[in-house]
């Protein structure tokens, strides 16, 4: 049994992830959590008969999941059974327009083809997705590289073209795919990462594969059944959580972390810190960092917000899948408008949940529970937005949701809940309210997050959606499989010294 101690501030999932799997290393491990249940961004709402997945809402690449398990000799299904949904999701367009996405090749064709986009176009687009997944995956994700230098010792300078680094993602659609709903479809798979299309680098188009490969899938109850099901393996490993426990300091001596304070004022020793508070909160509020040191983290802008709106409603809208999005009539102007210009969008594009369409058991008999998320800028510190603003757009968000097909949808409220990015910042304490972390921008950091291990403390580590690979449930699970293999390794290379 190794005798080091671990502290990892919070319970989201990369914290969880990294706690599981430093556990099976042998560390001693325990959790502070400021909030009083587990999950960080995974959260769950229940109120007036509905259940709403606060956070995350789609699940992919479950097999990140279930090593988590596996490597404790469990089996991931008797703690979170899922199931795949059909469609993936359905696509609602101005002009009336709906396409639905499904995995299957003979059905995506017949989709295809509604909108005029060739079939065959589609399969080039998705077999280019593929090479780049495969790509990535190989190095980026599975062995956790986190810079340029560990990319061109991994890869070798004759891999990078097979990148499309000279490509933004919207340029890589655009190559392949020739009608307006079918590149506003694929852009929009941007959306796992809060960021651009046309600002992200042409790699980031792996990520349909995530879907088409690995299929999409759900948690009966709501996801934050996999909050649950991780919390039944912690305390089955020994992991000691500690609820309601904010950490309001991590001490340090020299170039060496030695524990954190929480807000009780108690003192924690700690061998070796891991953060899943993101990377800037973090040095700024946690270890004091002065501006110098915080000057050279600008690169890791913040990814996008969004305004967080739960409605339950007593009436169905048989229309709607399980996982719906309503496009912007201008969707080059929607992403300039919240990337570059930080304004709250005029005409946004919305991403709807309607997990009562999957699972009767959120919403009270014909009833519907919809979770309704556009994405909007993070916190500007020089252009602030008031309460007022938030609550003005979210009218303008329901005036589109009828206008496009939910039919008198305000009449039918009778459940209503919403989050803001002042209360995202809040609860999460994320960089000005920010949901997935840092964003991935070609020209500000080539899709780079902050680095695992801190450059300035070697035995802190950080976890989440501000390092690589970035947000999104699965890619934090596994950036916490990842921060446990950095951790072994250089404490087995400290020990060796």
């Known amino acids: 049994m190794n005798a080091k101690q671990v502290v990892i501030i919070g319970s989201g999932l990369g914290g969880i992830s990294a706690a599981i799997s430093l556990t099976q290393a042998g560390y001693k491990v325990e959790i502070h959590e400021k909030n009083p249940q587990i999950g960080g961004k995974l959260n769950v709402l229940k109120k007036g008969g509905f259940t709403f997945d606060l956070g995350p809402s789609i699940l992919t690449l479950p097999h990140l999941f279930e090593r988590l398990f596996e490597r404790s000799g469990r089996k991931m ?25 499904y995995p ?73 795919l020739k009608t307006r709903h079918m590149q506003d479809i694929f852009d929009y798979f941007i959306k796992y990462v809060g960021s651009s299309a046309y600002h992200s680098p042409a790699f980031m188009n792996c990520m ?50 030695t524990g954190v304070v929480t807000s009780d004022g108690k003192s924690h020793r700690a061998d070796i810190v891991v953060s899943n508070m993101e990377v800037i909160p973090a040095y700024e509020k946690l270890l ?63 991403y709807l949940v309607a997990a009562s369409r999957t699972d009767p058991s959120v919403a009270p008999p014909g009833h519907e529970c919809l979770k309704i998320l556009p994405h909007i800028p993070y916190i500007d510190p020089d252009h602030p937005l008031t309460e007022a603003d938030y609550m003005a757009f979210k009218e303008r968000v329901i005036d589109k949701l009828e206008r496009m ?39 500000r950091n080539l899709a780079f997050k902050g680095p695992k291990q801190s450059v300035k403390y070697p035995n802190l580590f950080f976890v989440g959606g501000s390092v690589n690979p970035g947000g999104g449930m699965p890619m934090v699970i596994l950036c916490g499989q990842n921060v446990a293999k950095k951790v072994v390794a250089w404490d087995s290379t400290c020990r060796r010294s």
Not at 87 to 101: K, S, T
Request: glycine residues 8%.
């Open 77 to 101: 299904a008797d703690y979170i059974p899922i199931r795949p949904l059909r469609p993936h999701w359905r696509n609602f367009f101005e002009d009336g327009a709906v396409v639905d996405l």
């Open 104 to 176: 299957e090749p003979e059905k995506m064709a017949a989709e295809a083809k509604k909108v005029g986009e060739p079939p065959e176009n589609v399969e080039r687009f998705l077999d280019y997705s593929a090479k780049l997944y495969d790509l990535v995956n190989e190095g980026y994700f599975e062995q956790g590289l986190d810079n340029s230098n560990e990319f061109a010792a991994f890869y070798g300078l004759w891999k990078f073209p097979k990148f499309d680094l000279l490509r933004s993602m919207h340029g890589g659609v655009k190559r392949f």
């Open 208 to 257: 349909p594969t995530i879907q088409f490969r690995y299929d999409l899938w759900y948690v009966d109850g709501g996801l934050y059944g996999i909050a649950e099901g991780l919390g039944k393996l912690m305390s089955e490993l020994g992991v000691t959580v500690h609820l309601n426990s904010e950490v309001t300091e991590v001490t340090h001596t020299g170039n060496k972390v």
């Open 288 to 350: 004091r960092e002065d501006d110098a040191f915080m000057k050279t983290l600008d690169h890791l802008e913040p990814a996008c917000s969004g305004l967080v709106l739960e409605l339950g409603v007593n009436r169905e809208y048989p229309q709607l899948a399980h996982h719906n999005f309503l496009y912007s009539g201008d969707q080059k102007k929607h992403f300039h408008t919240v990337f570059r210009k930080r304004q709250l969008p005029l005409d946004p594009t919305i």
């Open 405 to 443: 097909g939910l039919d008198n949808l305000r009449k039918h409220i009778v459940v209503e809940h919403c989050w803001t990015p002042l209360d995202i910042q809040k609860q999460y304490y994320s960089n000005k309210g920010s949901i997935y972390g840092v964003v991935s921008d070609r020209f």
